[in-house]
C-alpha cells in the first residue's frame, strides 16, 4: 500500500464579519475568530484507518480533529495558520472585507513587512514540521487550517506525492495524497545527510 497523507481543514467557524471595514476592525474580526465556536458536520474520510494524527493546537482544529478522529492526537504548534494581518494602517478609510484577505495574502507572498510571517518562512514551518512526524506510519492524518494546507499542498507535490491541485481549500474536507511505491520523502534523505 502506497503511503497517505490526509488534509482535513477544521470546520466552519461561527464568526460573522462586516462588509466594509478599517484595518483595526478587520484585526478585531481576526482575534474574534480564533475563539468563535465552529459549526460541526460529517466528514467523509473514506472508510481509510488512519495510523496517527497530528492536529493545529487552536481550537477549532482540535474540536474538528477530535470528530474524525478517535486515537491520541498530537497536537504541534506549527500546525497553526498563516497570520493575515492588515496590509495598510488605515483610520477612516474602510475596505471590503475580501480585499484585506486577499491583500494581505498577497503580501504575504511578495513578503510584505506587513505580514508576521512570509511565503519563505511557511515553507520552512511546514518542511519543519515534516521532518519530525513519524513516516513510518502508512496513513498519517493532519488537521490544519486553510492556507497553511494550501502550502502543505504545495511541498506533498515537491516531494513526489500525487493528488488533487487545490485552490481554495474547504472547511470540513478529506484531501488525500498518496506516495507512489512506498518510497521516502525526499527531504528524509537529506535530514540524515546534515546528522
Known amino acids: 500500500m502506497n503511503m497517505r497523507i490526509g488534509l482535513v481543514r477544521h470546520f466552519k467557524v461561527n464568526c460573522p464579519h462586516k462588509n466594509m471595514m478599517t484595518s483595526k476592525e478587520f484585526r478585531e ?10 459549526i460541526k458536520k460529517k466528514v467523509n474520510m473514506y472508510g481509510i484507518t488512519w495510523d496517527i494524527c497530528y492536529s493545529s493546537d487552536v481550537k477549532r482544529a482540535v474540536a474538528t480533529a477530535k470528530e474524525v478522529y478517535s486515537g ?3 497536537i504541534d504548534k506549527l500546525l497553526r495558520e498563516v497570520d493575515n494581518a492588515p496590509f495598510i494602517h488605515t483610520e477612516r478609510l474602510k ?5 484585506w484577505h486577499f491583500c494581505g495574502r ?21 518542511r519543519r514540521f515534516f521532518r519530525h512526524i ?44 498518496e ?9 528524509n534523505k537529506r535530514k540524515e545527510v546534515k546528522k
Request: hydrophobic share 40%; glycine share 6%.
Open 95 to 99: 475596505l471590503p472585507f475580501p480585499v
Open 134 to 177: 513519524d513516516w513510518s506510519k502508512e496513513n498519517i492524518l493532519i488537521v490544519s487550517h486553510g492556507f497553511l494546507i494550501f502550502n502543505f499542498i504545495f511541498e506533498l507535490f515537491r516531494l513526489g506525492f500525487v493528488g488533487k491541485e487545490v485552490h481554495r481549500v474547504k472547511n470540513g474536507i478529506l484531501y488525500i495524497y
Open 179 to 187: 506516495l507512489p511505491d512506498k518510497k521516502k520523502p525526499a527531504f
Open 106 to 126: 498577497l503580501a504575504w507572498f511578495f513578503r510584505s513587512k506587513s505580514q508576521p510571517e512570509n511565503i519563505r518562512d511557511t515553507r520552512r514551518r511546514v
Open 29 to 38: 474580526w481576526s482575534e474574534k475568530y480564533e475563539h468563535a465556536g465552529i
Open 72 to 74: 491520541n492526537i498530537y
